[in-house]
């Protein structure tokens, strides 16, 4: 049981040590500067920064693209099968309303052949 807490705890400690040096490899050394270093370095940090702002920039533009494209091709493919799925309803109704101008034409018939019928007898 002891074994296993060091173990764990072994794994916790480096996975810290190795999350802190990511962080200062993206963000610098937590340490803070003095006042003078700041300003001897304000020039620097300000450039660092901005390029930094733009790179983040650069990359949230690219994403916002990539997003774009994929809301539009999702949106023409919506457009394209509503259009398929119109056109198809479409020749259905057609279809149904020839049916019924066909079955009113054999009722027409039908009760046209009855009054000669019935006007022969």
């Known amino acids: 049981m002891k ?3 060091d173990v ?7 996975f810290e040590q190795e999350f802190e040096k990511e962080l200062e490899r993206e963000f610098g050394s937590k340490k803070r500067k003095s006042n003078q270093e700041e300003k001897e370095g304000s020039d620097e940090d300000e450039d660092s920064t901005l390029a930094e ?4 920039n650069t990359a949230a ?4 693209r ?8 999702r949106l023409e493919a919506m457009a394209k099968l509503m259009t398929e ?3 198809s309803l479409q020749k259905r109704v057609e279809e ?3 049916e019924v101008t066909y079955l009113k034409d054999l009722i ?3 009760r046209d052949q009855k009054i000669t019928d019935h006007v022969q007898i």
Do not use: C, D, P
């Open 96 to 98: 149904l309303e020839s």
């Open 66 to 73: 990539l997003k774009k494209k994929m809301k539009e091709q």
């Open 61 to 64: 533009s690219a994403r916002f």
């Open 108 to 110: 027409t018939l039908r």
């Open 8 to 14: 764990e705890e072994n794994f916790v400690q480096q």
């Open 53 to 56: 702002k733009r790179r983040r």
């Open 85 to 87: 799925r119109a056109n």
């Open 3 to 5: 074994q296993e807490y």
